[in-house]
Nanobody, 123 residues
Framework: QVQLVESGGGLVQPGGSLRLSCAAS????????IGWFRQAPGAEREGVSC????????YYADSVKGRFTISRDNAKNTVYLQMNSLKPEDTAVYYCAAKRDMCTMSPRWYAYWGQGTQVTVSS
């Protein structure tokens, strides 16, 4: 059974950091491109970052570039999203998702999804 489980969300003050984890089971992440997405209340789901399975390339939305870092630990079959210098506008439910082949920031192309983890940035 293919499953993705996110963890690491929570409440943090502006300027703080969080590290989200996306643990996979039922398949090996090496062969899948992993994307991180987020969805704020009343907003569409948007792509945040992507880790390409083909060559390890990483991609970031302009809004998080320089603040977020995506990485993968093959031994743990887990992808991480390190989030630094968090802002109130980063508040959302964060999801990881898996697909074959190339990175894309469009959620429609991802076949497998986790349940999401809430990130709240507030003082």
């Amino acid at each position: 059974q293919v499953q993705l489980v996110e963890s690491g969300g929570g409440l943090v003050q502006p300027g703080g950091s969080l590290r989200l984890s996306c643990a996979a089971s039922g398949f090996t992440l090496d062969y899948y491109t992993i994307g991180w997405f987020r969805q704020a209340p009343g907003a569409e789901r948007e792509g945040v970052s992507c880790f390409s399975s083909s060559d390890g390339s990483t991609y970031y939305a302009d809004s998080v570039k320089g603040r977020f870092t995506i990485s993968r630990d093959n031994a743990k079959n887990t992808v991480y999203l390190q989030m630094n210098s968090l802002k109130p506008e980063d508040t959302a439910v964060y999801y990881c998702a898996a697909k074959r082949d190339m990175c894309t920031m469009s959620p429609r192309w991802y076949a497998y999804w986790g349940q999401g983890t809430q990130v709240t940035v507030s003082s």
